[in-house]
């Protein structure tokens, strides 16, 4: 395991309408071994606030995902990205990461 993560969960894809799409998706990360990746900050001592995992604990934490695509025309679509990831007990920093994009797009 290269990038010591395994990723278990569902996808969920729904068309309310003509040309609008919703998926949704959620996955459980876990690692295999609590042994983080190569260049991390392991070795400072536990009370570092610039260390990043835990020396124990293999749940990398929730990850969920939303998309809202939309095509206004044949040339013209769009989606709305939204991503959350509430981290687990592999990290030391446990706060939650969000992330939001709204992108159009034009094709000729």
Request: glycine share 6%; charged share 20%; hydrophobic share 40%.
């Given at each position: 395991?290269?990038?010591?993560?395994?990723?278990?969960?569902?996808?969920?894809?729904?068309?309310?309408?003509?040309?609008?799409?919703?998926?949704?998706?959620?996955?459980?990360?876990?690692?295999?071994?609590?042994?983080?990746?190569?260049?991390?900050?392991?070795?400072?001592?536990?009370?570092?606030?610039?260390?990043?995992?835990?020396?124990?604990?293999?749940?990398?934490?929730?990850?969920?995902?939303?998309?809202?695509?939309?095509?206004?025309?044949q040339h013209m679509t769009g989606?709305?990205?939204?991503?959350?990831?509430?981290?687990?007990?592999?990290?030391?920093?446990?706060?939650?990461?969000?992330?939001?994009?709204?992108?159009?797009?034009?094709?000729?």
């Amino acid at each position: 395991q290269e990038a010591n993560l395994i990723r278990f969960g569902p996808t969920w894809t729904v068309d309310p309408i003509k040309d609008l799409e919703f998926s949704a998706s959620y996955y459980a990360l876990f690692a295999p071994t609590d042994v983080p990746t190569l260049g991390a900050t392991q070795s400072l001592p536990a009370d570092n606030p610039a260390r990043l995992f835990t020396d124990s604990g293999n749940f990398r934490g929730h990850f969920a995902s939303a998309m809202l695509k939309y095509r206004f025309s044949q040339h013209m679509t769009g989606h709305l990205w939204s991503e959350f990831l509430f981290p687990g007990d592999y990290y030391v920093n446990r706060d939650l990461m969000c992330f939001l994009r709204a992108e159009v797009m034009f094709t000729f």
